[in-house]
């Protein structure tokens, strides 16, 4: 039974930085990759990025290319996520996910974190 926690939010200035964190338990097999989503008030659940565990192939949404990067520590069982040059439109709960592979949809992740707050003040 997979759980994954996620930490790292909170209230930043525009232009900020923060590294969100994703600690996964009890991995099952085929559960090779980890993908970030985010989902803001009123909005659909976005892609943000996604790595493999295995070769750390990552993918990125196109909206945070370039500004965020995704990593992990599989000693730990831990994906970070470094989101910088942070701007109003960044604000969102931000949620972590395990999944077979890095897709940028939500149907591909099956067990997902309780999510953590980004909130980004102009």
């Known amino acids: 039974h997979v759980q994954l926690q996620a930490s790292g939010g909170g209230l930043v200035q525009a232009g900020g930085s923060l590294r969100l964190s994703c600690a996964a338990s009890g991995r099952t097999f085929g559960a090779d990759a980890m993908g970030w989503f985010r989902q803001a008030p009123g909005k659909e659940r976005e892609f943000v990025a996604a790595?493999?565990?295995?070769?750390?192939?990552?993918l990125y949404g196109d909206s945070v290319k370039g500004r965020f990067t995704i990593s992990r520590d599989n000693a730990e069982n831990t994906v970070y996520l470094q989101v910088s040059s942070l701007e109003p439109e960044d604000t969102a709960v931000y949620y972590c996910?395990?999944?077979?592979?890095?897709?940028?949809?939500?149907?591909?992740?099956?067990?997902w974190g309780q999510g953590t707050l980004v909130t980004v003040s102009s």
């Open positions: 790595i493999r565990w295995s070769g750390g192939r990552t």
């Open positions: 996910a395990s999944g077979a592979n890095t897709r940028g949809s939500p149907e591909h992740y099956g067990h």
